[in-house]
């Protein structure tokens, strides 16, 4: 048999929201049923019938209380199951708002649930009258032999009803997806707040994740890499040192490697440098910005100003971040800011908030949105929640400010 | 040899002719055995090497060396265990001179290395090795009882001063500023900045002048003028 496609769709959509809702009647009639159980055990006692009804009405209470999680999490079930709606998980403290939902929400839905699925059954049942008639006992059928005109409008009452309950059964499952989410699950600025708390968490993870990161990568480099390097130049110094019977043009091949191997050994402590000093751990930001100050190709004068007792105010995190944002602002100035003779570095702390401002003499007009390093600078200063500022005119000066807030 | 030498009293372990005896604390063993080399090179007899600080200490109470060679980060906390080895060094034992090595150098180990005594102290970049000739002086010079700072501490240093006295000096007093501070004589910066000695002698004594420094002959003695005008000394 060919069911045409839309009332196939009806139907599935009928037999979803009628086991929807007819799942729904136990799950809101039974904290009603507990209420109507309080509320007897309730007038007893104040009848002061029975000795042992406050014990049970206490009973009573704590298990509606206690229920309400257990019958919530099975309201989240069926939502989810059968309308593949997801409630999140409520908090515990919003635990009184699906408390209201079971006991007066859910007793009115369970009521018009009951009403719904009475009148799809009986609407079944007085549809199909004539099919069934010839079984009722003889005597209980009307009396006279005008019942069939009567069992034809009974027919007829049935059909329309049944023709009513997909948009009725519908209309009710619309109530109950309005109502659900917005009582059981968190409400939307709840939400928001368990979302922000979520991403600061995350991100917070994500910053010490990737400082993790760059401490290991600076630790592989010194064992492996770097003392590699010392050794090459160190044995190509004896050689050099050592091999002076050698013909002149082998001695310029080694003259040149032993350079090459300074060099190296150069670059690569300026790129590791600037990646996660083991001094930053050890003694702090202060102590690790006089390496990055020194190595500097231009004069750079540095003033720390943190009250010495109160230097490591500030997470490991702050402080890596004040570190970058130092290194990366000399190689700048030192790649980019044209006839720049001299900067200035100045760390300072104001109240909960570690300032670092970044001054050179050279000609300006630097752009933020130009050059990756200042993009890159600017967003890791953002992920501690700082401010960066610049400031480049055309002719100079150029100072660049970064606030941190430092509060452990 | 064109030995720098103090020459004063700091009691200079062993006479000249004796074997120099050295200890090694390096963790890279690659490195360790170029160290060797450069050590027996430059005369002196290894005694003992070692990766870890524990075991330099253990070392030099047994042996007693003329001389240290002191990786800073060592096992097994990978910090800044060698300038603490060093500092109970220097404490424990006032005869063996403290060479460290470092692939960075850092003011504040510099500060704690040259807080109670300047002689008989070197602190180098690991790379400076490379250059074996200039790493043998400075190595004989600590040996010695002088002194031997990287100029990357020089240049740390001199990061942190209100610039004010330092800008009076010309650029070339500054050089041979930086050079004294390294602990080098004025035959040592003569050859380096490729000038007469009087020439540097003339240099120094302005340099004195013009910071109010007190003269002085011996390398240390100049040393530790220098460092107590960066704010180091005691």
């Known amino acids: ?408 | 040899m064109h030995e720098v030498s103090p020459g004063t009293d700091e009691g200079s372990p062993g006479t000249k002719a004796a074997v120099r005896r050295a200890v090694i604390a390096e963790d890279s063993v690659l490195l360790r055995i170029g160290l060797v080399k450069v050590l027996e090179m430059a005369g002196f007899e290894v005694v003992a090497e070692t990766g870890e600080a524990q075991g330099l200490l253990a070392a030099v109470a047994e042996h007693r060396p003329d001389i240290a060679l002191v990786d800073v980060r060592m096992p097994p906390g990978f910090t800044d265990e060698g300038v603490r080895a060093a500092l109970s060094i220097r404490q424990q034992w006032p005869a063996t001179a403290v060479l460290l090595l470092s692939q960075y150098v850092e003011e504040r180990y510099a500060a704690d290395l040259l807080a109670a005594n300047t002689s008989g102290v070197g602190y180098l970049l690991k790379q400076r090795v490379a250059d074996v000739e200039e790493f043998i002086e400075a190595l004989r010079r600590v040996a010695a009882g002088g002194t031997a700072l990287d100029p990357q501490v020089v240049a740390q240093l001199l990061v942190r001063r209100p610039s004010d006295p330092l800008e009076r000096l010309t650029a070339r007093e500054r050089e041979v500023l930086a050079l004294m501070a390294e602990g080098r004589s004025n035959a040592g910066i003569a050859a380096q900045l490729v000038v007469s000695e009087s020439a540097v002698a003339k240099h120094i004594n302005n340099i004195l002048a013009k910071l109010d420094l007190p003269k002085a002959d011996a390398d240390h003695r100049r040393v530790l003028a220098v460092l107590r005008f960066m704010g180091m000394g005691e």
Not at chain 1, 71 to 81: G, K, M, P
Not at chain 1, 151 to 161: H, K, M, N, S
């Open chain 1, 1 to 408: 048999m060919k069911i045409p496609l839309r009332s196939r769709r009806t139907l599935t959509r009928l037999t979803r929201d009628t086991s929807f809702l007819a799942l729904g009647i136990p799950l809101h009639l039974l904290t009603g049923f507990l209420l109507f159980m309080i509320f007897g055990l309730g007038v007893d006692v104040i009848m002061g019938v029975g000795s042992d009804e406050p014990v049970v009405l206490g009973f009573a209470l704590v298990l509606t209380v206690f229920s309400t999680p257990a019958l919530t999490a099975a309201q989240r079930w069926r939502f989810r199951r059968l309308l593949g709606i997801d409630i999140p998980r409520p908090v515990w403290r919003r635990q009184q708002r699906s408390f209201g939902y079971h006991c007066l929400v859910g007793a009115l839905l369970g009521g018009l649930e009951v009403l719904l699925l009475s009148l799809l059954l009986t609407g079944v049942a007085a549809a199909t009258v004539y099919v069934w008639l010839w079984a009722v006992p003889w005597q209980w059928r009307v009396g006279h032999p005008g019942y069939s005109t009567q069992a034809f409008y009974v027919t007829l009452a049935g059909l329309a009803a049944l023709a009513a309950v997909p948009a009725l059964a519908a209309a009710l499952v619309r109530l109950e997806t309005h109502l659900g989410p917005a009582l059981l699950g968190p409400d939307p600025s709840e939400d928001l707040e368990r979302r922000v708390a979520d991403l600061t968490e995350s991100r917070a993870g994500a910053v010490d994740a990737a400082d993790a990161e760059r401490r290991r990568i600076e630790r592989d480099l010194h064992d492996g890499a770097q003392q590699r390097l010392v050794s090459l130049a160190l044995n190509l110094g004896l050689a050099k040192a050592t091999l002076t019977q050698l013909p002149p043009e082998a001695r310029e091949v080694i003259d040149a490697a032993h350079r090459e191997a300074k060099d190296a050994i150069e670059e690569l402590n300026n790129l590791v440098r600037g990646l996660h000093p083991a001094v930053l751990d050890e003694r702090g930001l202060d102590a690790a910005l006089s390496g990055l100050a020194a190595r500097a190709p231009l004069p750079v004068r540095l003033r720390v100003d943190l009250p010495p007792e109160l230097s490591r105010l500030a997470t490991p995190a702050v402080e890596a971040v004040a570190y970058f944002v130092v290194s990366e602002a000399l190689t700048n100035v030192a790649k980019h800011a044209r006839e720049a003779t001299r900067a200035e570095v100045t760390v300072t702390r104001l109240g909960g908030i570690l300032r670092v401002v970044i001054a050179d003499d050279g000609v300006g007009g630097a752009e933020p949105s130009k050059g990756t390093g200042l993009t890159g600078l600017a967003q890791r200063v953002r992920s501690v929640d700082g401010t960066f500022r610049m400031s480049s005119p055309v002719g100079g000066p150029t100072m660049m400010s970064v606030e941190l807030p430092c509060m452990r």
